[in-house]
């Protein structure tokens, strides 16, 4: 008997192992984009998960994705449109002749209001990102267009946020009064 309760122990122990480490997974959304597909997508996040967290997805066969990453959307879940080939051209354009991927200023500054943006574009399995803070002035106006393009084009700040104060206060007000 003795010997048993070491195995039970054991086995009670990997279980619960395996039971977190299936939890843990499950937490982490599945991603958007498969290897090889040729897209854009923004991802915001940030404001210490007070303010809307989404991604979308422009990708360049017409369609398009947008995940609500918290409760701050005003649509939850995952959203999908199609028949948008030129969303991805424009937008994908847009990246490419304002700069969008060269190296964005440095930026350390970070408070509870902070949201970052982060754009990516990928073609041929070569994948660009950038990143920008709405704290950082020298980042603000970058990361402002960057998201409206995103936001307007395809027609998703209904999913986000039906009030559009919320794109003047994180994206286009400089001092970012509070709410």
Request: net charge positive.
């Amino acid at each position: 008997m003795a010997s048993k309760i070491p195995a039970l122990a054991l086995a009670a122990t990997l279980a619960l192992l395996v039971t977190a480490a299936v939890a843990e997974e499950a937490a982490a959304p599945a991603p958007l984009a498969r290897a090889g597909d040729t897209y854009v997508s923004l991802q915001v996040q940030g404001c210490e998960n007070k303010c809307p967290s989404f991604e979308i997805y422009v990708f360049s066969n017409g369609r398009m994705t947008f995940r609500s990453n918290n409760s701050y959307t005003a649509a939850r879940g995952t959203h999908y449109k199609s028949g948008m080939p030129d969303i991805y051209n424009k937008i994908s354009k847009y990246l490419a002749d304002s700069g969008a991927f060269n190296a964005p200023a440095e930026c350390a500054q970070k408070d509870a209001d902070t949201s970052v943006a982060t754009a990516q574009a990928s073609k041929d399995a070569q994948v660009q990102t950038a990143s920008w803070s709405s704290s950082c002035a020298e980042q603000r106006e970058k990361g402002r267009a960057v998201v409206k393009v995103f936001v307007n084009q395809p027609g998703m700040w209904r999913l986000i946020r039906s009030d559009t104060r919320y794109w003047e206060k994180y994206w286009e007000n400089p001092v970012m009064q509070g709410s």
